[in-house]
């Protein structure tokens, strides 16, 4: 395929993922949209006033970047994770098999799809927070930097769960045992200060850590990590995950017999 | 002549264990209509899986209008429409929208993929259901849709996989004079069918695949003729008890008013009815048990285990 053809196969594949999730906003945009305002209610005002400052902060403040980041990584994870698998299920992924597009665009496609609804939720937590508090942006140019490549990452990590997924059970597994109990234990709702010492170390290896601080760095100028290198991790994340992506492409895996 | 196809000793173990392709061989030739038949499970689909990439071949090489799919999958792919067995189509897409985005992952403009869609839902007689979802078709347009898609990049080699499977007889009619239409304009057509009556019509030379071997390979005209013999049912107007014994050919009673009689095609019929009236057996009507292509089927894939009494 010559470059324009392949620029017309991935803007179809991003179109159509877009279109996918924006035809059942009810199921996508709304549920993320009506839990983050419940946090916001609950550890923002009702309890959030009894916790004081964290960080320097009020904890409302405080949290709103973590929940931010929270609704991107869940919502970049889930879309991908089950329109591939639902594009198995269905076995319309041949209709993209027996196409010459090659599969970096078609990874590229599916990523780009569940990264654009990763951060359109986003968007629209950060909207709501400013019900209850105040959002000034400290670095916006490390909050777009890791808003976007931690979409991208967890786009990448949804459609290595697609991939491998032989069941609707399959793409809930991995965010019920592994995602929610990472994002939870990543420096949400609380700062690593907080923690002993064996635990800041422990949650040091969480890379959801690094993802929500250099976010919250963005917003408020605060972390708990250094910022620059939390983005470099990301960023060799998601260089590592583009390459198992691809070469799991390349053999079929799932996908070929 | 060039090749639209070159299969060399292709080989599928499925993971289960399962050899569903022992190491076939065949070519297609460029604007040949070719019938790909055998019985169910012989590995037909297989074949076509991995011709069109959709699977993974065990072994050996497969060429397409000479890209290697090896060397040059991208190529290979773009020449090549699938018709596949089973429905793959997004169940809640419009008919419209599934075709106008199969064409973009071919890289097609709207402006072409917009024209593609129109002329082929028109001539497939789909235009007034473009608007419905998929899953709102009838079995028999949901079969036209997936042909349609097939065509929308315009190949030159189009691939149907059973296309006629549970497809009324008028619409039967009317997509063999499609293809036979788009076959003359050029393009190069391979169909599996388990109608053989259909193969024979429209195919001009057939590969017959048992068991994941290739059993015969050929013209159709070539194979045809290899048949010497053919069966005859003779409905009777007195009822027989027993078979009668006649000098050069086979009798078998079905029932009381019917007898097969199976005729070497040298021998002719000439003979068998001057034998019938000497035994004074009246014969009220005759036909031939099955076409000629059915017949040759019938007597190469002859297994053990099929389930007649
Ligand atoms: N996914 C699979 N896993 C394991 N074995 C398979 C698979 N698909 C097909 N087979 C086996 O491979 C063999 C060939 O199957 P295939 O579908 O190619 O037959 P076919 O000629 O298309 O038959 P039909 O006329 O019924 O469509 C069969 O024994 C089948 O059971
Ligand atoms: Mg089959």
């Known amino acids: 395929m010559n470059r324009t053809e392949i620029a017309i196969a991935l803007f179809t594949l991003v179109h159509k993922e877009i279109r996918r999730f924006m035809r059942i906003w009810v199921q996508t945009l709304v549920p993320p949209a009506i839990t983050m305002t419940l946090y916001f209610v609950i550890f923002g005002n009702l309890i959030g006033s009894r916790i004081g400052e964290m960080g320097g902060f009020d904890y409302m403040q405080y949290v709103v970047p973590g929940l931010i980041m929270m609704s991107v990584i869940t919502n970049s994870y889930a879309n991908v994770a089950s329109s591939f698998y639902s594009h198995k299920f269905q076995h319309c992924v041949e209709e993209i098999l027996v196409s010459p597009m090659p599969n970096w665009v078609i990874l590229f496609g599916f990523v780009i799809g569940g990264a654009v609804r990763g951060i359109l939720v986003g968007i629209l ?121 691809l070469w799991l492409l390349n053999r079929g895996v799932g996908i070929r017999q | 002549m060039a090749l639209a196809l070159s299969v060399k000793n292709l080989k599928k173990r499925y993971k289960g264990g399962v050899e569903a392709l022992k190491g076939i061989t065949f070519e297609v030739e460029q604007g040949d209509f070719f019938a790909l038949l055998g019985p169910n499970g012989a590995g037909k689909s297989t074949a076509i899986g991995i011709i069109s990439s959709l699977m993974n071949k065990s072994e050996g090489s497969v060429e397409i209008f000479g890209h290697d799919i090896d060397v040059s999958l991208s190529k290979a792919k773009k020449e090549i429409g699938l018709v596949p067995q089973e429905f793959n189509f997004n169940q809640f897409e419009t008919v419209y929208s599934i075709l106008i985005t199969q064409a973009g992952y071919y890289g097609i403009p709207a ?176 036909r031939n048990k099955a076409n000629r292509l059915e017949e040759l089927f019938i007597r190469l894939v002859n297994k053990q285990d099929t389930f007649s009494p």
């Open chain 2, 111 to 286: 402006s072409r993929a917009k024209v593609n869609t129109e002329k082929y839902l028109r001539a497939l007689g789909l235009w007034e259901k473009r608007d419905s979802p998929s899953r709102m078709l009838s079995g028999g347009m949901k079969r036209r849709l997936m042909i349609v898609r097939a065509l929308i990049h315009e190949p030159k080699l189009l691939i149907l996989d059973e296309p006629t499977a549970g497809v009324d007889i008028e619409l039967r009619r009317t997509m063999w004079t499609f293809l036979e239409d788009l076959n003359k304009k050029g393009t190069t057509i391979i169909l599996t069918t388990h109608y053989l009556e259909e193969a024979e019509s429209l195919c001009r030379t057939i590969a017959i695949i048992d068991e994941g071997k290739i059993i015969r390979n050929g013209s159709m005209s070539s194979l045809l003729k290899q048949l010497n013999v053919e069966t005859l049912v003779l409905d009777l107007k007195e009822p027989l008890s027993e078979a009668p014994k006649l000098d050069g050919y086979v009798c078998s009673r079905v029932n009381d008013y019917t007898l097969n009689v199976e005729v070497d095609i040298e021998e002719g019929v000439n003979k068998l009815f001057a034998l019938l009236t000497e035994r004074g057996i009246k014969v009220t009507s005759l």
């Open chain 1, 125 to 245: 937590v950060s909207l709501l927070s400013l019900f209850f508090t105040k959002l000034q942006v400290d670095n916006l140019f490390v909050t777009i930097l890791v808003i976007i490549l931690t979409a991208l990452l967890f786009a990448l990590a949804g459609f290595i769960n697609g991939i491998f997924a032989n069941k609707f059970d399959d793409i809930a597994i991995i965010p019920t045992f592994i995602l929610t109990p990472l994002t939870y234990l990543g420096g949400v709702f609380y700062s690593l200060d907080l923690l002993p010492d064996f635990w800041r170390a422990v949650s040091m290896v969480n890379p959801i850590v690094y993802m929500v601080n250099a976010f919250r760095y963005g917003i408020l100028g605060v972390s708990d990590v250094d910022v620059y290198f939390s983005i470099g991790m990301i960023g060799f994340f998601v260089v590592i995950f583009t390459v198992f992506s």
